[in-house]
């Protein structure tokens, strides 16, 4: 019996298909066969999970069979035989104490050929209509800071003239590090929380209405507040507007800033949030609902910011979910929505009860970014460079049931679809860390009428976790 052919868990389809070619293609001409470049073309970028069953088919089809012997670690044990000796092959094994099985497409016809997935629809743009910028961050409609080519320092752009980009006045130089968070509220107020260059103080809180430059109406506000002292640990941030007072989380403190748009800069401490039962790693989070509901999230607890107090939401905790609530948002009245590991988690208010949606074809649940879209839509879309069998985003319509896909085909960004900002005359700048694009009215989830997003994906069925009564 032949000693298999041993490669890492993490192969790609060329690197096998290129060993299997060299050691069994003087025993089977049939790896030569061109049935094998479509299969090539179309599987490139996925993973062995993905691609193996359907390169089995493809062998069956020219009379091999694709044996895998089942090991306790990591690797991919593979032999190539011909079809009719492969029951052979596995009695074998299984006589020296190995598991083992022929790999093939489930419920496939014998001797049929590999079900492959369509051709990658071609890109929306060239290269050339790509603007490299270095680490944006919207700050508020059509205004970015981040760094252009050749420079050493972020500055804040104005994109509303897109591909034209024009600089504007940032105020002091100390006060011009990393975005941290941003709010703004309904009436035209804009506050914003950035990192110092010094470290002292950690952060700087500022306020303007004036979407012309942001430059701040009044001195910017350090941060921590002083309170926040005492956890002795890095500070974590997050800022809500609710009308014309501020909320401010910092770990398990909330502070209000009462009278914030008319320039109190003294913050209360609201509550302090008991340290929860179970590890949590997530950082806090204020946000606002369609129907102008401001919630808060906290060492995995949500709450209400409602008749001037802080109050609980009626959601399960401990063992049933939430866990460790990541990347809260809403884009439904009366429903807030957040990651839970593989899921996406749908609560309602004043309910408490929450739904679950599965996540396929995305990147691991860490690595997910959640955003409200305008029309009740959500984008879901890795951050950290996920694989290119995995899609690139999916837009996600919780009432009508809608999922679009994104592929990478269609969009050239490496890192991953990492921004989505929408500019005032309604086009989409999408990005990942160096790149972005402008995508037209007519080619966004909005519309529904894209050639971006052209196929759909049926989602799972929803179930209901746990309904509370209130």
Avoid at 39 to 63: K, N
Avoid at 297 to 326: H, M, T, Y
Avoid at 362 to 383: N, S, V
Wanted: glycine share 8%; aromatic share 6%; proline share 8%.
């Amino acid at each position: 019996m032949d000693t298999p052919v041993t490669f890492d868990w993490k192969i790609r389809l060329p690197d096998v298909l290129g060993v299997l070619r060299r050691d069994y293609a003087g025993r089977f001409p049939q790896l030569a066969s061109a049935a094998l470049e479509t299969l090539l073309e179309r599987l490139r970028d996925d993973l062995p999970e993905d691609f193996l069953p359907a390169l089995g088919q493809e062998l069956e089809s020219l009379g091999l069979a694709l044996v895998e012997r089942l090991d306790e670690d990591d690797s991919l044990n593979l032999y190539v035989v011909g079809a009719p000796h492969s029951q052979r092959l596995l009695d074998a094994l299984a006589a020296q104490g190995h598991n083992a099985r022929t790999l093939r497409q489930e419920n496939a016809p014998e001797g049929a050929r590999a079900a492959l997935p369509a051709a990658a629809p071609a890109g929306l743009a060239p290269a050339s209509a790509y603007i490299f910028l270095e680490h944006a961050e919207h700050l508020a409609p059509g205004l970015a800071i981040a760094r252009l080519p050749g420079e050493d320092s972020r500055d804040l752009l104005d994109l509303r003239q897109w591909p034209r980009l024009q600089r504007l006045p940032d105020g002091a130089e100390e006060t011009q590090g990393a975005l941290l968070c941003r709010a703004s509220s309904a009436d035209g107020l804009h506050a914003w929380v950035r990192m110092t260059r010094s470290g002292s103080p950690y952060a700087w809180l500022h306020r303007s209405r004036d979407l012309a430059s942001l430059t701040p109406e009044l001195p910017p506000l350090p941060l921590p507040p002083a309170q926040s002292l005492r956890q002795r640990r890095t500070p974590e941030l997050a800022i809500g507007l609710a009308g014309d007072d501020l909320l401010l989380a910092d770990r398990g403190l909330f502070f209000l800033y009462p009278g914030f748009a008319q320039g109190n800069d003294e913050p209360r401490l609201l509550f302090d949030v008991p340290q929860a039962r179970r590890s949590i790693e997530n950082p806090p989070a204020v946000f606002t609902t369609p129907d102008q509901r401001v919630c808060l999230l906290s060492r995995g607890q949500f709450f209400e910011w409602r008749e001037a107090r802080i109050q609980p939401l009626p959601f399960p905790v401990g063992k049933d979910l939430p866990a460790d609530p990541a990347q809260p948002t809403s884009a439904a009245p009366g429903t807030i929505v957040w990651l839970e590991r593989e899921t996406l988690c749908e609560g309602r208010l004043d309910s408490g009860e929450i739904r679950s949606h599965s996540l396929d074809g995305l990147a691991e649940g860490p690595y997910l970014k959640l955003q409200a879209l305008d029309g009740g839509w959500l984008l879901l879309a890795p951050w950290l460079e996920p694989h290119r069998s995995r899609d690139l985003a999916q837009l996600w319509h919780l009432e009508s049931g809608r999922a679009l896909r994104i592929r990478y085909s269609e969009l050239d960004l490496e890192g991953g679809l990492q921004h989505w900002a929408e500019l005032p005359d309604g086009r989409i700048v999408v990005g990942d860390h160096c790149l972005l694009y402008t995508l037209r009215a007519h080619e966004t989830g909005r519309n529904l009428v894209c050639r971006l997003l052209l196929e759909k994906k049926k989602k799972k069925k929803t179930k209901t976790l746990r309904k509370i009564r209130t």
